[in-house]
């Protein structure tokens, strides 16, 4: 898969994910919501990105494991900051939303 697939790929699945738990009447609207979360993609999807693309095969996994849950801290964190709520709402769609890209993108690869 190319990177600018990749980086659709996230941004299709995140974007609505985050727009739809945190975009929410009392709350951010969901126009903020997916910009923030557009931000906070377009800092992580490089770097992981770029440094898997240097791992040693054998070494793919574990550090494929760490960059997703680094990815999961910087998204919780941009989250937190641009919508002006607490950790405690923005880390779990922060982390759903990267899990269903990741599971979205492994069954790309492995079609």
């Known amino acids: ?7 659709a790929l996230t941004l299709i699945v995140e974007l609505p994910v985050v727009s739809g738990f945190l975009g929410r009447s009392g709350g951010p609207n969901r126009r903020r919501a997916v910009g923030v979360a557009l931000v906070a993609n377009l800092i992580t999807h490089p770097v992981v990105w770029l440094v ?11 550090a494929f494991a760490a960059l997703e849950a680094g990815a999961c801290l ?8 641009g919508l002006g709520l607490s ?5 779990p769609v922060a982390v759903l939303s ?14």
């Not at 910087?74 to 900051?81: D, G, I, P, Q």
């Not at 990267?98 to 079609?111: P, R």
């Open 1 to 7: 898969m190319s990177y600018s697939g990749a980086l």
């Open 98 to 111: 990267n899990a269903l890209s990741c599971v979205g993108g492994l069954l790309l690869l492995a079609t």
């Open 74 to 81: 910087v998204e919780t964190a941009v989250l937190a900051c």
């Open 52 to 62: 898997l693309t240097h791992v040693a095969p054998a070494h793919y996994w574990s």
């Open 87 to 91: 950790v405690t709402k923005t880390a």
